[in-house]
């Protein structure tokens, strides 16, 4: 009796963990599964009209330089501009000894004048017949080279005075008062740049320009007066915008790349030639556009760009697509995504492929789709 009340204790125990487990498998474990399914983050892909700005590298130069040279030879007796001022055209550089130029043209003259009393004497016996024709071509000859020696001789005395070409910023002066300069030498005195407007020279890559060419939603070419603004090497931005002026007609072979020349206005001289930019070009507007947020891009191991897509069901799917730019913090898309797909920005580290998620949109995402902002 006390054996079978024994029996019948332990078998009640042994069903009764039993359930106790089978309640716990069920139970609980799906319970546990249903917390643990992570919650992410969303950015619902919209189509919209989108401003094409592309960011190309490049470096200005000056829109008129002139190397200044001496015409004549001679020793520098004085230097007339400031290092590093602005002058005009026509204005007095350097004043180079013009004694021997001063004899020359004298003596021109002199002989000039005695050429034109032989020629008003020579006409005057032609009238009356006691000159020959051939005595008085001589004259009149004689006369015209004498003429010319002057001219020649003059232009060498006003060369003495070496004056500026055009009007821009001069730089350092490579000669020194007391130097002996010579006609057609090799080194320039100094060199005036012309840097109000001012170019900048882009350098994009033939695909680049390919895609410039047929993505830009408008019926013309994007380089005709399509708007520039630069950024300074120091991040700053460059206050005044300019234009694109032209589309260079060849590629350069060791680089494979095509110049793009932009005119800016640089008022205040801050631009200098020689400057590394960047350069923000306006090519035209995408009328269906899609942006997604830098956050929501990821690469594989060999660059390809690819998103975390929430499907209909809330379960995950690996997307690879293709991107053209960037725009502000955000990637132009140029397929594999359109209006309405969800993609994930936050809580990325938390999926994989299939697995279920909690899907809700951020507000935390601040969309820059100007460099402006």
Not at 97 to 110: E, L, P
Not at 139 to 156: F, I, S, T
Not at 244 to 249: A, E, M, P, Q, V
Not at 318 to 324: D, H, L, P, V
Request: proline letters at 5%; glycine letters at 8%; charged letters at 25%.
């Amino acid at each position: 009796m006390y054996r079978a009340t024994i029996s019948l204790f332990l078998s009640f125990a042994f069903v009764s963990l039993f359930c106790g487990c089978d309640r716990f498998s069920h139970g609980e474990i799906q319970s546990t599964d249903a917390a643990t399914i992570p919650e992410v983050g969303v950015y619902t892909i919209k189509s919209e009209p989108i401003p094409l700005i592309r960011e190309l590298p490049g470096r200005t130069a000056a829109f008129n330089v002139a190397e200044v040279r001496p015409q004549v030879s001679g020793i520098i007796l004085k230097r007339k501009f400031e290092e590093g001022s602005v002058v005009e055209e026509g204005e007095e550089l350097y004043e180079i000894d013009a004694a021997v130029y001063q004899a020359n043209y004298d003596k021109a003259m002199a002989h000039f004048n005695s050429m034109d009393r032989t020629r008003q004497r020579a006409e005057t016996l032609r009238e009356s017949r006691t000159m020959s024709e051939q005595e008085y071509e001589d004259a009149l000859y004689a006369w015209k080279q004498a003429k010319a020696d002057v001219e020649l001789a003059r232009l060498d005395l006003n060369y003495c005075k070496v004056k500026a070409p055009l009007s821009g910023k001069i730089g350092r002066s490579a000669i020194t008062v007391g130097a002996l300069v010579t006609n057609g030498q090799g080194e320039e005195m100094a060199v005036i740049q012309q840097i109000n407007p001012i170019y900048v020279d882009l350098k994009p890559a033939v695909p680049q320009v390919l895609r410039m060419k047929t993505g830009n939603g408008n019926d013309h070419p994007f380089w005709q007066g399509a708007k520039v603004s630069l950024i300074l090497e120091d991040g700053s931005r460059y206050p005044h915008s300019g234009v694109i002026k032209f589309l260079d007609n060849h590629v350069q072979e060791d680089t494979g790349t095509i110049t793009l020349r932009a005119e800016i206005p640089n008022h205040d001289c801050e631009l200098l030639p020689g400057m590394f930019v960047r350069a923000l070009v306006e090519e035209g507007v995408r009328q269906d556009g899609l942006l997604i947020p830098q956050e929501g891009l990821c690469r594989d191991f060999k660059g390809n760009p690819y998103v975390w897509l929430v499907r209909d069901d809330d379960t995950i799917e690996m997307r690879n697509i293709q991107t053209e730019l960037t725009i502000g913090n955000t990637w132009l898309v140029d397929g594999g995504l359109k209006a309405g797909d969800r993609i994930i920005v936050e809580g990325i580290q938390l999926v994989a492929p299939g697995a279920a998620v909690v899907p809700r949109e951020t507000g935390s995402l601040k969309m820059k789709t100007s460099f402006d902002e």
